[in-house]
């Protein structure tokens, strides 16, 4: 059965500190993942991966996926209270269908 | 442009009832998923939708079912409500179904009672 497993659950760090979020996953027929935020409703996009070894930055933020070992790291460099929210974590299979992680939350506190 | 609208915001009923959610995707997506998030989790997926057809299922009952209209507005209808059916539901338009291009609703709350 696919699957998609974030790691933490949940983590508390101060202002200004670098946190990493884990994605790893057994899917079949991969097309790609993707990362989330979700602050209070509705996620918004923040990076499609495909290919390995190659990493996508968002001034702050970034990412890498490992295709070889399944997994992918968000990191957040420089933490503000602004990061805190819930990451998620999808992996895309063949026929567009997203399998989901439970999702990180994140809390920067002050 | 217009976001992805869902309708109602907030819902409570009562177990056994049914309910109805609807999704207005943005001008020019065809396609419309859904998705139940409770605490802990995360998104588990109900079905998704494509010019009017059901192109994904999810594995939930068949209390749960939707359907999508020619302008691409879709709804989601749950029948006899059980207490376990409270949640967020989200509903995520997009032009192919890609995950890439998945904008989200900001959801209705359902609250079953």
């Known amino acids: 059965e696919d699957k998609v497993v974030q790691s933490p659950l949940s983590l508390v760090v101060h202002e200004g500190d670098t946190v990493t979020l884990n994605c790893s996953y057994e899917?079949?027929?991969?097309?790609?993942l993707l990362w989330y935020k979700q602050e209070k409703k509705a996620p918004t996009f923040l990076f499609m991966l495909?290919?390995s070894g190659i990493e996508k930055k968002s001034g702050r933020l970034s990412s890498i996926l490992d295709k070889k070992e399944l997994f992918s790291i968000l990191n957040i460099t420089a933490t503000q209270t602004g990061d805190s929210a819930v990451y998620l974590c999808?992996?895309?299979?063949?026929?567009?269908?997203?399998?989901w992680g439970a999702g990180t939350k994140l809390i920067i506190k002050p | 442009k217009a976001g992805v609208t869902q309708t109602p915001r907030y819902l409570i009923k009562t177990r056994g009832q049914q309910v109805t959610l609807s999704c207005s995707p943005i001008?020019?997506?065809?396609?419309v998923s859904w998705y139940q998030q409770t605490p802990g989790q995360g998104l588990q997926f109900l079905f998704e939708?494509?010019?009017?057809?059901?192109?994904n299922k999810g594995n939930f009952p068949g209390r749960f079912s939707g359907r999508q209209f020619s302008n691409s507005r879709s709804e989601m209808n749950v029948s006899t409500l059980e207490l376990g059916d409270s949640a967020l539901y989200l509903c995520?338009?997009?032009?192919?179904?890609?995950?890439?291009?998945?904008?989200f609703g900001s959801g209705t709350r359902l609250t079953v009672v």
């Open positions: 995520a338009s997009s032009v192919t179904g890609a995950g890439y291009g998945y904008t």
């Open positions: 001008s020019g997506h065809r396609s």
């Open positions: 939708y494509f010019s009017e057809t059901q192109r």
């Open positions: 899917v079949t027929n991969f097309r790609s």
């Open positions: 495909t290919s």
């Open positions: 999808a992996v895309e299979a063949s026929n567009y269908q997203l399998i």
